[in-house]
């Protein structure tokens, strides 16, 4: 089946850096999206990679993707007050649709 | 990246009476756009798939007679809230989906409140 699983909160300090993990089970996704969402927005792509790959970088994300695994993270270096969100990881299943997790809510603390 | 904006952004009616919310891709064309209903503090559900030129797809449990979907054309698609319900007042999220990649462009959401 499509599940996706995500941690639902995630504390840190400015300046430190931010893990948000995300699983899923349907090994036949092509991409896979970071999506972040603030208060009373809709979602903005963050960045995505292609199932093909280990690793992308785009200046402070940082995604890595363990495909034997299915296991995907995305890191935020050097986190700051306006990255604080909810994060949605997400992929595409083998019907088109995006099948996405129930978010992370990144809290981050002067 | 490609803009999606939805109309209005907001919006509160009486119950009985219907909405119409727009999403349109502002600088492409999409023949897919997706309708989403979020509750607070929760992920996205996807109610219907929007096809233009068709009709659209809805997911099980979505009433398809009570939101009804237009897809007139490749930049708009509508939902229309019809007989709208104080447990219908949500946030209404659209995506348009960007070939060749498969992704979804999001618009920024309508806030539905139904008195």
């Known amino acids: 089946g499509e599940d996706v699983e995500q941690s639902l909160f995630l504390s840190v300090r400015e300046g430190d850096s931010s893990v948000i993990n995300c699983t899923y089970t349907?090994?036949?996704?092509?991409?896979l999206y970071w999506y972040k969402q603030e208060p009373g927005a809709g979602l903005q792509l963050l960045t995505y990679?292609?199932?093909?790959?280990d690793m992308k970088q785009d200046q402070r994300l940082t995604v890595l993707l363990n495909k034997k695994d299915k296991h995907l993270s995305l890191r935020i270096a050097d986190t700051q007050t306006g990255d604080s969100a909810i994060y949605f990881c997400?992929?595409?299943?083998?019907?088109?649709?995006?099948?996405f997790g129930q978010g992370t809510t990144l809290q981050v603390k002067p | 990246g490609a803009v999606v904006s939805q109309h209005p952004s907001w919006v509160i009616c009486k119950s009985g009476t219907s909405v119409k919310i727009e999403c349109r891709s502002l600088?492409?064309?999409?023949?897919?756009m997706f309708w989403y209903r979020q509750f607070p503090k929760q992920s996205l559900m996807l109610m219907a798939t929007?096809?233009?030129?068709?009709?659209?797809?809805?997911e099980q449990g979505v009433e398809k007679d009570k939101f009804l979907i237009n897809h007139a054309s490749l930049t708009l698609s509508t939902l229309t809230v019809t007989s709208a319900h104080p447990e219908d007042s949500s946030f209404y999220i659209c995506?348009?989906?960007?070939?060749?990649?498969?992704?979804?462009?999001f618009g920024p959401g309508t806030r539905l409140t139904v008195l």
């Open positions: 997400a992929y595409s299943g083998n019907t088109g649709k995006l099948i």
């Open positions: 995506s348009a989906r960007f070939p060749p990649r498969n992704e979804q462009f």
């Open positions: 349907d090994s036949s996704s092509t991409y």
């Open positions: 600088d492409f064309q999409a023949t897919t």
């Open positions: 990679i292609f199932s093909n790959m």
């Open positions: 929007s096809n233009e030129g068709s009709k659209a797809t809805y």
